[in-house]
């Protein structure tokens, strides 16, 4: 079996940390949950660090294709409003073209 990422101690130190953490000390937290971070062995450390940053390649992959998805279903409603069914230019909803 390989290693886990997080090892007892570690998991321990992170739920103590987490205790211990001050509601409006931001950076204090953020330094003190890297601190317990840096206990990790290196290679944990890459791979905690390729994790997150494979994390954030899918939420911004995510963003684009729903953006995609919205623009692809504006230009499909627009050309329901604007064409008929054989593609042929009319005047829906009295709206006045000029071609």
Same mark, same amino acid.
């Given at each position: $079996?390989?290693?886990?990422?997080? +090892?007892? +101690?570690? *998991?321990? $130190?992170?739920?103590?940390?987490?205790?211990? &953490?001050? +509601?409006?000390? #931001?950076?204090?937290?953020?330094?003190? $949950?890297?601190?317990?971070?840096?206990?990790?062995?290196? #290679?944990? &450390?890459?791979? %905690?660090?390729?994790?997150?940053?494979?994390?954030?390649?899918?939420? $911004?992959?995510? @963003?684009?294709? @729903?953006?995609? #998805? #919205? @623009?692809?279903?504006?230009?499909?409603?627009?050309? *329901? %409003?604007?064409?008929?069914?054989?593609?042929?230019?009319?005047?829906?909803?009295?709206?006045?073209?000029?071609?």
């Amino acid at each position: $079996m390989p290693e886990p990422l997080c +090892s007892d +101690s570690l *998991y321990q $130190m992170l739920m103590d940390a987490l205790n211990v &953490q001050i +509601s409006g000390d #931001v950076d204090g937290n953020a330094r003190l $949950m890297l601190g317990v971070l840096d206990c990790l062995p290196a #290679v944990n &450390q890459v791979r %905690y660090t390729l994790h997150t940053h494979t994390q954030q390649i899918a939420a $911004m992959i995510a @963003a684009i294709v @729903a953006a995609t #998805v #919205v @623009a692809f279903c504006i230009l499909v409603m627009l050309r *329901y %409003y604007f064409f008929d069914i054989d593609m042929t230019l009319t005047k829906r909803h009295n709206i006045d073209i000029n071609i």
